[in-house]
């Protein structure tokens, strides 16, 4: 069983910062597309950011791109997901998650592995 591990969430101010952690199985970081996720209280899972295996492509969601930056360490096995800017409701529990085929597939959340998240919370 594929484990990915979260970490870095918390309660911050609006308009404030928090950069989460995902680390992953090297056999899987190494080889695998990996992104986070996200879903509010009473609302639907949504695609946050992806980044390519080698790191060298990334795409987001329209609701976090210029806020959101993607980034992994592949030395350490970890993805990172900086947000900054963020606002009330980028409140929910974040989930990191891995597959090998980076495409349309993030945008309908057909991914192979999940974390179990973390959640953010950003006041007003």
């Known amino acids: 069983q594929v484990r990915l591990v979260e970490s870095g969430g918390g309660s911050v101010q609006d308009g404030g910062s928090l950069r989460l952690s995902c680390a992953a199985p090297?056999?899987?970081?190494?080889?695998?597309?990996m992104g986070w996720f996200r879903r509010g209280t009473g609302k639907e899972r949504e695609f946050v950011a992806a980044?390519?295996?080698?790191?060298?492509?990334?795409f987001y969601a329209d609701s976090v791109e210029g806020r959101f930056t993607i980034s992994r360490d592949n030395a350490k096995n970890t993805v990172y997901l900086q947000m900054n800017s963020l606002k009330p409701e980028d409140t929910a529990v974040y989930y990191c998650?891995?597959?090998?085929?980076?495409?349309?597939?993030?945008?309908?959340?057909?991914?192979?592995?999940w974390g179990k998240g973390t959640l953010v919370t950003v006041s007003s």
């Open positions: 090297g056999r899987i970081f190494s080889s695998y597309a």
């Open positions: 998650a891995a597959d090998q085929i980076y495409d349309t597939n993030w945008y309908q959340g057909s991914v192979e592995y």
């Open positions: 980044i390519r295996w080698s790191g060298g492509s990334t």
